[in-house]
């Protein structure tokens, strides 16, 4: 679940990242072979296989000043569908 967890937080960093750069461009001046589509499968892909392992290592380990993390909410699993 740690490792899992560390995977989840640097893929969204890096995803993130990217989206700050082209977020807000029309898909209309990628090139046709951009690597934006595959990029973007790829990342959803990691992220289901690591989703829930990495959630039980937050609800189990991390905590805010009102105790540990609840369960994620139903729109938590809407990311990367």
């Known amino acids: 679940p740690e490792n899992s967890f560390v995977v989840r937080v640097l893929l969204i960093h ?13 898909e209309e001046i990628f090139p046709e072979n951009w690597p934006g589509g595959p990029a973007m499968s790829l990342a959803k892909t990691i992220y289901s296989k690591v989703s829930t392992s990495s959630q039980l290592f937050v609800s189990g380990n ?20």
């Open 62 to 81: 991390l905590e805010n000043r009102d105790g540990f993390f609840s369960h994620p909410t139903d729109e938590f699993s809407l990311r990367f569908q």
């Open 14 to 26: 890096e995803y993130r990242r990217i989206l700050l750069q082209v977020a807000d461009l029309p």
